[in-house]
């Protein structure tokens, strides 16, 4: 398996346009995570799917921030409009409940908004 | 609440030397205990976990730790360091029960020196 793909690896984008970071999770996997991470705020939850279906979005910034999980091989985080604040590596994870739960993490996605 | 405490920001090792990372934790109930290790410019790769069971738990690179309920903490070590071991390492929590949230600690960066 390649491990979790997401793309793009960098996006830097002007604020105010509209963002999407892309992931397809390792096959076989029903949960997904998307994970955002700052020097100042460390790695925080944004929202988890579980079969494709949203579970827990509580760490959702705010309303310009939205996710989806169409099927099981891949999603999307939309951010809109983008703000400078928004300026972070954003991280996709899968996992399932089979021997524990660990997570395979993907290489990120380094967003600028400038 | 789950919540994950890495009281170090840093921990400076010479090469060859023990090394020791510590994490304390809260959750309700049982634990899922984890140690995750993050390259620069990479994702988080899984390093271990404690489950159930023996309270020494070994994982890649010759890392282990030690899962020590009455003092709910989950210290990380190796008996020699090397170098290429200089990286930021998370500790990780989940509730046995209710949910597949995971909560991640701040981070420790270790520098090994030669």
């Known amino acids: 398996d390649a491990g979790v793909i997401q793309s793009p690896r960098h996006e830097v984008t002007e604020m105010g346009q509209e963002v999407t970071l892309r992931c397809k999770p390792i096959?076989?996997?029903?949960?997904l995570f998307w994970y955002r991470q700052t020097m100042m705020r460390g790695l925080e939850l944004l929202i988890y799917?579980?079969?494709?279906?949203?579970?827990?979005d509580s760490g959702m910034p705010e309303d310009r921030f939205s996710a989806k999980m169409p099927n099981a091989s891949f999603s999307t985080l939309k951010i809109q409009p983008s703000e400078p604040r928004d300026s972070a590596v954003y991280f996709c994870a899968s996992s399932s409940l089979t021997g524990g739960g660990g997570y395979t993490f993907g290489s990120g996605t380094r967003l600028t908004v400038v | 609440a789950q919540s994950v405490a890495q009281p170090e920001d840093q921990v400076n090792v010479a090469e060859g030397n023990p090394l020791t990372v510590k994490c304390t934790y809260s959750?309700?109930?049982?634990?899922?205990l984890f140690w995750y290790v993050q390259y620069p410019n990479r994702g988080l790769q899984f390093l271990l976990k404690y489950i159930t069971g023996d309270n020494l738990v070994k994982g890649s690179y010759g890392f282990e730790a030690e899962f020590n309920k009455s003092q709910t903490s989950f210290h990380l070590k190796k008996p020699s360091a090397l170098v290429s071991d200089s990286a930021l390492y998370f500790c990780a929590v989940r509730a046995v029960t209710g949910g597949f949230k995971t909560i991640f600690g701040a981070g420790t960066r270790l520098f090994v020196k030669a």
């Open positions: 096959s076989g996997h029903d949960y």
């Open positions: 959750v309700s109930g049982n634990p899922y």
């Open positions: 799917f579980n079969n494709n279906v949203p579970i827990d």
